[in-house]
């Protein structure tokens, strides 16, 4: 189900760059190294699809073959331009290791598939120099542009200044001739460099996606940016007279507030699906090997998540995600089971699915909460706590959810689980969390990453239902709470007592208090059809 680009026989695929649809096609491109399991040599990979779940590879878009990027064709984004032809803007690393911006456009731009991108002779568009001090190291991934009311087109370029993340403002006319905005789009103090920022609006009124370069009423914009390999998001008010960006709250700007994901999930872009009307995500899922030989011996490197469509939820301050539509086709056999106690200490296995490849679905509820723990008021960080409280460690109420790519001895699964506390004035506070301490027993964790993630979910379990949505897919555990609120994506690497027919998977109650699973649905599902 997710998405290996793969052509040569050992290859590192990273950041998701420039997505978008043209003739009805879908164009996905990526940070790509053909040779070699690590970075170096990068260009940007090709692929397109009809229903972003199938992909078909295509030839390179851009190989390094120019004094500004001798070095590598690192991240950018694709624009369509008011006349519907596609652009690139890229980033480019020069003889002197200096990033620079480019622009590549497509030689036919009646081929539907885009085989063939020319770069311009006015490249780089953009230098780093000592007039504008922009550190020529940390100056890169040009965000998809917009046009404002004034007929400019605008693009940030993410970089660090004195240690402060910086989104660089840029405008220009005919899209060749750029000229930096006095003040930046968005700046935030001692936050560190920002790489792969993308910047985009969102409807107020409804779910549905809006173009790039949408202005106006009923709307609002969100700025991302990647950081200490994690996908921060903001959102707030683009003032396209005064070209700055604000964010509604200051205390959820970029490293304070939401993440898209709170596992591996990173370098993040999305694009404007023009035919659907919808607002889709990818994101790289990269390794948690810290072994160079083993992925050489694996072969290839990085994959990329499942598509999501976002959208605005109804207070207004965060996103919600969900897998794309077009997954389900994917989805064969169901197996449902509805309104089932999981009684305290119980675990009981999901039977008669592929545990390998599967679509969990399901919503928990609590008919009381009296026995839910004490939150302490040291805990600020979801991650610590998930780790202190594992999925080992016996609850109130939780921890519950599933273990999955499981041993048949249980010996050996990645769990994903809810835990309810409650905080100091009769609230209740919702731990989601993905424990991967036992996702490979006999694997040693110097080489393997097995990190506790966790996340705050926000929602009330006194009036609402848990809902989960859960998909596995060999090493790759994506997971949904709360309908889309908190999104956790896992890289785990089961040994031979879990993996294809020996997998197992499992509903678990480790609290003191029964579970009511009020819906539950899982499928089996079917390989897509990658390269």
């Not at 899209?175 to 920022?197: K, Y």
């Not at 109420?397 to 009769?426: C, H, M, W």
């Not at 996340?455 to 709360?482: M, W, Y």
Request: glycine fraction near 8%; hydrophobic fraction near 35%; charged fraction near 20%.
């Amino acid at each position: 189900m997710h998405v290996r680009f793969l052509d040569m026989v050992t290859m590192i695929s990273t950041d998701p760059n420039g997505p978008m649809i043209y003739m009805g096609i879908y164009h996905f491109f990526y940070q790509h190294n053909p040779y070699d399991v690590q970075a170096g040599n990068i260009v940007w990979g090709h692929s397109t699809s009809t229903d972003l779940v199938n992909w078909t590879p295509q030839p390179p878009a851009l190989l390094r073959s120019e004094p500004y990027d001798f070095k590598g064709c690192f991240s950018g984004s694709t624009t369509l331009l008011s006349s519907g032809k596609p652009a690139i803007l890229y980033t480019g690393v020069d003889f002197s290791d200096n990033q620079v911006q480019n622009l590549a456009i497509p030689k036919n731009l009646a081929d539907p598939y885009l085989t063939e991108w020319v770069k311009s002779p006015y490249n780089p568009l953009i230098t780093p120099n000592s007039v504008n001090k922009i550190d020529g190291k940390n100056f890169r991934d040009p965000t998809t542009a917009w046009l404002n009311p004034d007929g400019y087109w605008r693009m940030a370029v993410g970089n660090q200044q004195n240690g402060s993340g910086v989104a660089l403002l840029y405008k220009s006319k005919n899209f060749i001739d750029w000229i930096q905005v006095e003040h930046p789009l968005h700046f935030q103090n001692n936050s560190g460099m920002w790489e792969c920022p993308d910047f985009f609006p969102v409807s107020t009124s409804t779910e549905k996606g809006l173009e790039t370069s949408t202005m106006g009423p009923n709307m609002k914009h969100v700025f991302k940016a990647s950081k200490a390999s994690t996908d921060y998001y903001t959102v707030g008010t683009y003032n396209p007279n005064k070209d700055i960006f604000i964010p509604d709250n200051v205390s959820l700007d970029i490293g304070l507030g939401y993440r898209y994901d709170y596992g591996k999930f990173y370098a993040s872009k999305t694009f404007f699906d023009s035919v659907t009307n919808r607002r889709i995500l990818f994101g790289w899922v990269n390794e948690s090997v810290n072994n160079l030989e083993i992925n050489s011996a694996k072969g290839w490197a990085g994959l990329q998540g499942i598509p999501r469509r976002i959208w605005l939820e109804k207070s207004g301050n965060q996103l919600l995600q969900w897998p794309i539509v077009e997954i389900e086709k994917l989805r064969i056999n169901p197996v449902v089971e509805d309104n089932t106690a999981l009684m305290p200490g119980s675990v009981r296995e999901i039977s008669e699915v592929d545990a390998a490849q599967a679509d969990v679905e399901m919503s928990f509820s609590a008919k009381t909460l009296e026995n839910a723990e004490k939150w302490e008021g040291n805990w600020t960080n979801p991650q610590q706590v998930c780790s202190i409280k594992g999925a080992s460690v016996k609850g109130g109420i939780g921890p519950f959810g599933l273990l999955v790519l499981a041993s048949k001895d249980i010996q050996e699964y990645t769990a994903v689980f809810f835990r309810i506390f409650k905080g100091d004035y009769n609230n209740f506070i919702v731990l989601m969390c993905s424990d991967q301490t036992r996702s490979s027993s006999h694997l040693p964790s110097s080489d393997y990453d097995k990190t506790t993630y966790g996340a705050f979910l926000n929602v009330d379990p006194l009036r609402e239902k848990l809902s989960l949505r859960t998909l596995i897919d060999h090493s790759i555990v994506e997971s949904f709470g709360g309908e889309g609120k908190a999104c956790i994506t896992a890289r785990v690497y089961p040994t031979n007592l879990a993996v294809d027919g020996a997998t197992h998977l499992y509903f678990f109650n480790n609290g003191s208090q029964s579970i009511h699973i009020s819906k539950f649905t899982a499928w089996t599902m079917k390989s897509a059809q990658i390269n």
